[in-house]
């Protein structure tokens, strides 16, 4: 798909009352291990967490840190982006799809595992879009958490209505599908497996299964990932669960002190694992209580 056809999405301006959420069934079959096998050039761009700030590491995919990777790349450059998202804040979205469309060099999505919700978005932008064979894309209406009187929900919906039918315009244009479809897709929240986005033109072609691996995030951290669908499956909202692992990780006693481990050969203490360990213990202790109010 050439770039001059890539439509754009409409100037998005946030809402005070408004936060974007992640699908918790986008999170629950979201498998944050996987990533590509054997990528070493200088021009791949991984997009392996959640659209927008993440709430455990500060981190995750922002349009901030694509730019620079694009800058660091150069724009006469071909470009691969590894994709393994379960979604996230739809403007974040938003902005790394029109960077990468606005891209001069050659841009080839690969879907790894999962490319929902805005991660779906930021894969339209791909000049080639791969998928893995087990690899699904999800598409639904934007997904987010709003407070506010009956007025304010009414004029929430009227506001989501256009970026719901971009994003439908977006699918259409590069799938060659009815609109009116997509957005029938759009409102029941729509799961496409890999060899169906190939047939359906969601995608160009299958990854081949040796071009992807798993590795091992770790104990704590998957623990603490289970935990978030988990909560997020009781209804809690992504803003509250934010504050409550932020609360869990700041209020959590380093084990820099006496008794820590450690670094072998230094007798510097190190406390990279007790603190791990800590926050997955206190995060077990908090479980109980939050689902009892419930």
Do not use: C
């Amino acid at each position: 798909m050439s770039k001059r056809h890539h439509p754009a999405l409409p100037e998005a301006h946030q809402r005070p009352n408004v936060h974007f959420d992640l699908s918790p069934q986008a999170l629950g079959r979201w498998n944050p291990q996987l990533a590509a096998d054997g990528d070493k050039a200088n021009n791949v761009i991984n997009i392996l967490d959640q659209i927008g700030v993440d709430w455990w590491t500060g981190e995750g995919t922002t349009a901030k840190r694509i730019s620079a990777a694009l800058r660091a790349i150069g724009e006469d450059q071909d470009v691969i982006v590894n994709l393994n998202s379960p979604g996230g804040d739809y403007f974040e979205g938003q902005a790394i799809y029109t960077l990468l469309s606005l891209h001069p060099g050659r841009v080839t999505v690969r879907v790894l595992g999962l490319a929902a919700s805005a991660a779906s978005v930021v894969a339209m932008a791909g000049d080639e879009i791969q998928i893995a064979r087990a690899g699904w894309l999800m598409v639904h209406n934007a997904w987010i958490g709003v407070y506010g009187n009956r007025n304010d929900l009414r004029e929430t919906a009227d506001w989501l209505e256009p970026f719901d039918r971009a994003a439908a315009d977006l699918y259409a244009e590069r799938t060659g599908l009815d609109k009116d479809d997509i957005l029938a897709m759009l409102d029941r929240e729509t799961w496409i497996g890999g060899a169906d986005a190939v047939d359906q033109g969601w995608a160009d072609s299958l990854i081949a299964p040796e071009k992807i691996k798993e590795a091992d995030e770790g104990a704590a951290q998957a623990a603490i990932r289970k935990a978030d669908v988990l909560l997020a499956k009781a209804g809690m909202p992504r803003s509250e669960r934010r504050r409550l692992f932020q609360e869990i990780k700041t209020s959590t006693p380093t084990a820099a002190g006496a008794g820590a481990p450690k670094a072998a050969g230094t007798g510097t203490p190190t406390a990279a694992p007790t603190v791990a360990t800590g926050q997955a213990a206190a995060l077990s202790a908090s479980l109980p209580g939050l689902f009892k109010t419930r």
